[in-house]
């Protein structure tokens, strides 16, 4: 059931937290900078269970137009909602910028 149509979850969020850092790091000059409190995303799965030794399910993203067009498998809407932190201040949210936002007078 592996479609040339779909990305892996586990991907598909690997290169989500590729482009957040991204963001931060070209925001680090910025006089404008964004709390990352949370990402919210709704994504079109498909649960691929494996009879293969060692694998047992993955979870395939696709656009909505590719889960329009594929037939013959079941498909599902979930809603992730993550909040970014810092690998070195997990308590505190991440900045889209990697600095301190200045206190307003």
């Known amino acids: 059931m592996r479609m040339h149509d779909a990305v892996e979850l586990a ?4 290169q989500l937290r590729r482009e ?3 963001a931060a790091w070209a925001g680090e000059s910025s006089d404008l900078r964004f709390r ?11 649960v691929e269970r494996s009879r293969e030794p ?3 399910v993955r979870f395939w993203v696709f656009d909505a137009n590719a889960a329009a067009r594929t037939a ?3 498909t599902q809407r979930i809603k992730l909602t993550l909040q970014p932190v810092r690998a070195d201040m997990p308590d ?12 307003e007078d």
């Open 92 to 103: 505190q949210p991440a900045l889209i910028a990697g600095a301190e936002l200045r206190d």
């Open 54 to 56: 060692g694998v047992k």
């Open 72 to 74: 013959g498998m079941v």
């Open 20 to 22: 957040l850092s991204r």
């Open 36 to 46: 990352a409190e949370q990402v919210e995303l709704e994504l079109t799965v498909a």
């Open 11 to 14: 991907d598909m969020i690997e």
